[in-house]
């Protein structure tokens, strides 16, 4: 990312193990990275993140797939937006989040920087 960026923005980031491996997943981005420890398993993830941003501003999508993603993104981008984080108890509720949440995740928060 460029180091000339404006606008940032904090995800929260869920980590677990599974049968071994570690896992490093954003449910508001729906992006995930994995590896052999939780230490892998960040990178892994942070490396997912930063191609996602890429690849989604390169097509001139990005602000497009936060939307999809239920951001609330306003239609000027004057200044800020938010990304709207599903709360634990949300998680818990939704089936495809339920097993996860289950094991008790660390939860930590990672600042990006956008490129524009």
């Given at each position: 990312?460029?180091?000339?960026?404006?606008?940032?923005?904090?995800?929260?980031?869920?980590?677990?193990?599974?049968?071994?491996?570690?896992?490093?997943v954003a449910?508001?981005?729906?992006?995930?990275?994995?590896?052999?420890?939780?230490?892998?398993?960040?990178?892994?993830?942070?490396?997912?993140?930063?191609?996602?941003?890429?690849?989604?501003?390169?097509?001139?999508?990005?602000?497009?797939?936060?939307?999809?993603?239920?951001?609330?993104?306003?239609?000027?981008?004057?200044?800020?937006?938010?990304?709207?984080?599903?709360?634990?108890?949300?998680?818990?509720?939704?089936?495809?989040?339920?097993?996860?949440?289950?094991?008790?995740?660390?939860?930590?928060?990672?600042?990006?920087?956008?490129?524009?």
């Amino acid at each position: 990312m460029s180091a000339a960026s404006h606008y940032s923005i904090d995800v929260t980031v869920l980590l677990y193990n599974d049968a071994g491996l570690y896992y490093a997943v954003a449910p508001a981005l729906d992006i995930v990275g994995a590896g052999a420890n939780d230490i892998l398993a960040k990178k892994s993830f942070e490396i997912a993140l930063d191609e996602f941003i890429k690849y989604t501003y390169n097509k001139g999508t990005f602000l497009k797939e936060f939307k999809r993603l239920g951001s609330q993104v306003p239609d000027n981008f004057a200044k800020k937006f938010t990304l709207k984080w599903p709360s634990p108890e949300e998680l818990q509720k939704r089936p495809e989040w339920a097993g996860i949440m289950a094991k008790n995740p660390k939860t930590f928060e990672l600042k990006v920087k956008l490129p524009f």
